[in-house]
């Protein structure tokens, strides 16, 4: 076979073919070095002897449809100068002597994962799947692993449900590129600890935190960084507070006894928890006005919900100040349990929730993550491979979540 012909198609520039073969579908290349090794990498002496051979497979890109398999007598040469200890094998070029495949070949392969999973592109490539999972793993670690903490000061922390309600994984993701720095197991302050550990080591400086309302979180970052701003996320502030409404609304129906006031309040959760500027048409305004002006406990804790988003509509945090603790004013005034309780954990968490305007992060990056890891895990079927599944999770931020999967 022609030589510039092995070298354009697989790299082999200073091999020869010394045979070709046929079988089915498969291609075989019999190859070996044009030229002996002629002086030793160790010492530079000249007297180098043949010390035994080994015959070694590598897949290579395949030609014409057909799978190419290249065969090399790998011949392995020992130092005849006494005070030189070199005796190895010599060095293959186009591909890692550990691996079954070439270097052609894995830049392809990981070419093809952008746009096809591993099932896929083993099946095109008649190569194993774990062949192909290898060189994902590697070229992942390559380029991914560990993340780089340089340059970070500004990170969201939030946990995801590997199996719900069974077993859990906190995230860590800096804010400004949205990439996944840390994965740690479970969701309790000690999953950080292991994060906390290399910021440590590598003298990184938080500036800006961003968590959810997790006493284990808010723990963890008051232990491990003190002077950062911690900004509990708003959402989840609102999210607390709809929950609240929707115990009020539940409590509400079931202590009605009137069926015909009954029927009114049943079906209004999603009218209740919706923005109320965002209810347009009027059958539903009308509705939602109805079962408000027929309770009061209901009416309260709906205006006051509406009311709580005014907290991070302000100009400063002096005025947002101002806002909340006449919010918490009314909610305590108003004797309904479930807004005595809420209005005692805003006052609690009203320094995290009031560093929104020292800082106007949230963990909205982070939840758009978590949703990514959700369409990961579901489009791969699961992973059961840990190492894997977290080298994933540091590329998440530069692939096309929807096709790249396993």
Partial sequence: MNSSFLYHAWGLYSHKCTREEYKGNTIILHVERKERQKTCPLCGHTHLVKNGYRISEFVGLPIGGKKTIIRMKVQRYKCMNERCSYDQQERIPFATSSC???????????????????????????VSWDTIKDIHVRYLERHYSPPSLEGVDCIGIDEFAVKKGHVYKTIVVDLRTGRILYVGNGKGSDSLDGFWKTVRKQGVKIKYVATDLSAAFISSVSENCPDAVHVFDHFHVMKLMNDKLDEIRRVQYNMEKNVNRRNVLKGTRYLLLKNGADICDKKYRTRLENALAMNRPLSEGYYLKEQLREIWMQTDRKAAELVLLDWVNQAGESKVPQLMRMASTVMAYRTGILAWYDCHISTGTVEGINNKIKVLKRTAHGFRDERYFKLRLFALHDCHITRNVG
């Fill in 100 to 126: 079954s495949y070439t270097h052609r070949l894995a830049r392809y392969v990981i070419d093809l994962l952008k746009a096809m999973g591993l099932k896929d592109v083993s099946g095109l490539m008649d």
